[in-house]
């Protein structure tokens, strides 16, 4: 982990925090969200213009988003950043805040902490992912983490654990997004809503359906339920 870089992330969401919600921006370059970066400071990737837990970062990032072929109008959809801000932290020229690497680590589908951490012997395209390398994304609505179990190869099948805590759901409304999905319930019991339809699941069953068509879940059972969940195409990561 390199520790320079999470003193400096959590430093610098402190003074935004101090600053009314603005960051003190640096020498030559806007730190604010969306915000141009002055043409004195703009530079290829690497240049030596960024610091270097920046560059390491951005280079990361931009490892991760193209291993998984996500455009950055995507990403910038996703977390509600613009693409030029976006292409900033990539190519090292601005920090992002806490808040705003929570964003990238979801909409890349990796836990916060695999942003911040040098690769322990892996790479963006390794083939495989070791039951060690364990990463935990906190999912929408409550009580429900996802534990990814795709590698970060390149490749538009996403594959995770999801974790449904007791009285754990989705949310209260149905949402969509582009791909595919499919699942098996591996414990518990978990009830799911597609198209108004709703299916009780117990251990064994599975399901499959087009991610467009409204859908929600939640757990229907007394302890904790476990769905293998499948997700291609669209290029999101979410069940």
Known sequence: MECGLVFTVVQESFMETQNGGRRRPRAAVSSTPGAAVRPAAAGPPGDGHGAPHDLGLGARIRALRKGRRLP???VAAITGRS???L?????GLSSPTVR???QLAAALGVGFLELLAEPSGGRPDAPVRRRTDETLIPFRGQGVIKRVLAPPNEGSIAFYVMHIA??????DEPYTHDGEEAGYVLRGEVSLAID???FLLRPGDSFRFMSHRPHQFSN???REAE???VNVGGGRVGG
Do not use: M
Request: proline share 0%; net charge neutral.
């Open 72 to 74: 950055l109008s995507e």
């Open 83 to 85: 693409i030029g801000y």
């Open 87 to 91: 292409s900033q932290i990539e190519r």
């Open 100 to 102: 705003e690497l929570a």
């Open 166 to 171: 007791v009285g754990g759901t989705s949310g």
């Open 196 to 198: 108004g339809r709703t």
């Open 220 to 222: 229907a059972g007394r």
């Open 227 to 229: 769905v293998l969940w």
